[in-house]
């Protein structure tokens, strides 16, 4: 996640910005806008939750914990839900990228994550 500065009708305006996915998720004075990249190089078999570490889930923008489906010391799957979370009055599933057990979770349903806060953490299958 990278801090961002940029002119908006003269007036200087400050934001987050990452690609996840090949999307670039943008957010700004309490706004979240994606733009499609065409690039899928950071997280792009996960989509959105992707991390470039397979062994933590993030959150891919700001928003609301709404339920915790794979508590600790679940197994999962690869693709497996493992977060549910509402950002933009719509739903997203984070799922897992590889087979493990869930080792930690560092939010609960009800929360306000920030882009890019790790929600949990897997101990990958060897």
């Avoid at 078999?45 to 700001?62: D, F, Q, Y």
């Amino acid at each position: 996640m990278k801090m961002i500065e940029v002119e908006v009708n003269g007036r200087m305006v400050r934001g987050y910005a990452v690609v996840r996915g090949g999307v670039l998720w943008t957010h700004a004075n309490g706004r979240t806008w994606t733009t499609e990249t065409g690039s899928k190089r950071r997280g792009s078999k996960a989509g959105a939750g992707a991390s470039s570490n397979p062994s933590e889930i993030t959150a891919p923008m700001p928003g609301k914990i709404i339920k915790i489906s794979a508590p600790v010391g679940s197994d999962v799957a690869a693709g497996d839900v493992v977060i549910v979370m509402e950002a933009m009055k719509m739903e997203y599933t984070l799922k897992a990228q590889a087979a493990g057990r869930v080792a930690e979770i560092s939010a609960t349903a009800g929360d306000q994550v920030t882009l890019g806060a790790v929600l949990a953490k897997l101990e990958l299958e060897k």
